[in-house]
């Protein structure tokens, strides 16, 4: 008892749209990586008293202080 066209048909496409499905994930944690990369590299940039004084100047925008 082979699967009629239809059925096959259908298996293909499912197959088809979960490769897509998992293509598209896996660029986005690609690109998820990629950006945490560059978060890690910029925070060498900048010494305590710059971040200190980014969250202060955050709070202060913020209302908080």
Same mark, same amino acid.
């Given at each position: 008892? $082979?699967?009629?066209?239809?059925?096959?048909?259908?298996?293909?496409?499912?197959?088809?749209?979960?490769?897509?499905?998992?293509?598209?994930?896996? $660029?986005?944690?690609?690109?998820?990586?990629?950006?945490?990369?560059?978060?890690?590299?910029?925070?060498?940039?900048?010494?305590?008293?710059?971040?200190?004084?980014?969250?202060?100047?955050?709070?202060i925008q913020?209302?908080?202080?």
């Open positions: 008892s $082979q699967p009629s066209k239809t059925t096959e048909k259908r298996l293909k496409s499912r197959i088809y749209i979960y490769q897509k499905k998992l293509k598209e994930l896996l $660029q986005l944690n690609k690109n998820k990586i990629q950006f945490l990369k560059w978060i890690k590299n910029l925070k060498r940039h900048f010494t305590k008293e710059d971040k200190q004084m980014a969250n202060k100047c955050m709070k913020s209302g908080q202080y």
